[in-house]
């Protein structure tokens, strides 16, 4: 090499310097273009699934009520007049809201009729109508006009997803379960109202019954087994391996172990609880214990390592400091890395619980996909969890559990979005920069 200034201008091209400049410039130009277009494919993407999801579920919202005169008949309902909460119970409201049904409709006097006059209704208006005197006692004797739940099909019409313009036999609302509905809507007895039963009751066979509160608090109950089981666990393995743990073949094969299982598939663990809990140890089948012991199983491999994530990120000089005033090992752990490190431990349970809360596989596995009817009242008790109903919900034959299904998704989609937020604003607010 030479330092002879002719010879270094003779070397440098203008031209062809310029050149490769403008060349690496384009091409970065070009990876910033494909970066962007990938996001924004990526976003609208994102954006037609969720509209498509809201789209379909926003209306299962809303419930058709149709309203009817109903006579309270006191002879029927307590006729000693004791309004003792037992006699009240047991009288016949299915009886009364069904004559209070024909009572609205005279010209109906065919059996068969009838009973397709009362199909425009849901199977549970005795139930609504008992609940009314429950809370009320003082209706007994009277007349009243109540708001009654309009069947799933009917529901359908009223939604505009039952196309009128279809031959009869394509339909599944008949022509003279039309004219009486075009009755009562001429009569403004036909609304739609918010549907509080999908948030307040469980699963249903029925449509316009189904409700999200049986798995919801089957969910809650089986994170919480999750939560108590793997936080204590997967933070004293976390401590244990990166700050007390020799450096030997033996941790050099836990630490392996451990980020494969991060990467088993989940229903391996749905085997395992099915092999290990269920048939071995005989623990009750569609529990919230076991699906918390499953779920956690899965679980801890994350937390694992996302606490070891967090000491790592403690430096060094704490440690030494710690030391070098003559606190111990384990001091050093409990009063000053390890309160330094639970925001970033915190953080990585809420990601690996907002996972568990998504899961269905290994749940099927140990019947949890059982049809629950009641709300668990314990973790023994028999429950399913929100993605467990979506899946069977997805299953269903009608129309009806089409908007349920994807309205539960939003509710699901909610959680997890507050839980991943929680984490963010966790991080955010204890996050200490070195």
Same mark, same amino acid.
């Given at each position: 090499m030479t330092d002879d200034p002719a010879t270094i201008l003779t070397a440098y091209k203008p031209d062809l310097t310029k050149a490769r400049i403008s060349k690496r410039y384009a091409a970065e130009k070009r990876f910033r273009m494909y970066g962007l277009s990938a996001i924004g494919v990526a976003v609208l993407v994102l954006a037609i699934l969720l509209i498509t999801i809201a789209g379909t579920g926003y209306s299962a919202f809303q419930q058709t009520h149709i309203a009817i005169d109903v006579n309270f008949d006191k002879e029927s309902?307590?006729?000693?007049?004791t309004n003792d909460p037992g006699v009240l119970a047991e009288a016949n409201y299915r009886g009364i809201a069904r004559q209070s049904i024909r009572h609205a409709f005279p010209e109906v006097t065919g059996r068969r009729d009838q009973r397709n006059l009362f199909r425009l209704f849901s199977g549970e208006i005795d139930f609504q109508v008992r609940n009314m005197v429950l809370d009320d006692p003082s209706i007994i004797g009277t007349t009243q006009r109540v708001w009654l739940k309009a069947?799933?099909?009917?529901?359908?019409?009223?939604?505009?997803?039952?196309?009128?313009?279809?031959?009869?036999?394509?339909?599944?609302?008949?022509?003279?379960?039309?004219?009486?509905?075009?009755?009562?809507?001429?009569?403004?007895?036909?609304k739609k109202r918010f549907n509080t039963t999908f948030f307040t009751t469980a699963d249903s066979r029925e449509p316009e019954q189904a409700g999200i509160?049986?798995?919801?608090?089957?969910?809650?109950?089986?994170?919480?087994?999750?939560l108590v089981l793997v936080f204590p666990i997967g933070v004293a393995a976390a401590v244990y391996l990166e700050e007390f743990a020799p450096?030997?073949?033996?941790?050099?094969?836990?630490?392996?172990?451990?980020?494969?299982?991060?990467?088993?598939?989940s229903i391996v663990f749905g085997l395992l609880g099915l092999a290990v809990f269920l048939n071995f140890f005989g623990l009750p089948r569609s529990a919230p214990l076991v699906g918390g012991m499953v779920l956690g199983l899965m679980t801890l491999p994350t937390i694992i390592i996302a606490?070891?994530?967090? $000491?790592? =990120?403690?430096?060094?000089s704490i440690?030494? *400091? @710690?030391?070098?005033?003559?606190?111990s090992r384990m001091q050093t752990v409990t009063h000053h890395v390890l309160p330094l490190a639970m925001p970033g431990m915190l953080t990585g349970t809420i990601i690996g619980m907002a996972q568990a809360l998504g899961e269905t596989a290994p749940l099927l596995m140990i019947g949890m996909v059982a049809f629950i009817v009641d709300v668990p009242g314990g973790i023994t008790d028999a429950a399913t969890v929100l993605p467990v109903q979506i899946f069977l919900w997805a299953d269903a034959p009608e129309r009806a559990f089409?908007?349920?299904?994807?309205?539960?998704?939003?509710? $699901?989609? =909610?959680?997890?979005?507050?839980?991943?937020? *929680? @984490?963010?604003?966790?991080?955010k607010k204890f996050e200490r920069r070195w």
């Open positions: 309902i307590d006729p000693q007049g069947a799933a099909d009917i529901d359908m019409l009223t939604k505009g997803f039952i196309d009128r313009s279809l031959p009869e036999g394509d339909r599944r609302v008949n022509d003279q379960s039309l004219t009486w509905y075009d009755k009562l809507d001429r009569d403004d007895r036909v509160l049986g798995a919801v608090v089957g969910s809650a109950l089986t994170l919480l087994v999750t450096h030997n073949k033996w941790t050099d094969i836990i630490e392996v172990n451990i980020n494969n299982l991060a990467a088993v598939p606490g070891r994530s967090a $000491l790592k =990120a403690v430096p060094p440690r030494e *400091a @710690a030391l070098g005033i003559g606190a089409v908007e349920r299904t994807s309205a539960a998704i939003m509710v $699901l989609l =909610a959680f997890l979005i507050a839980m991943n937020l *929680a @984490a963010i604003l966790l991080r």
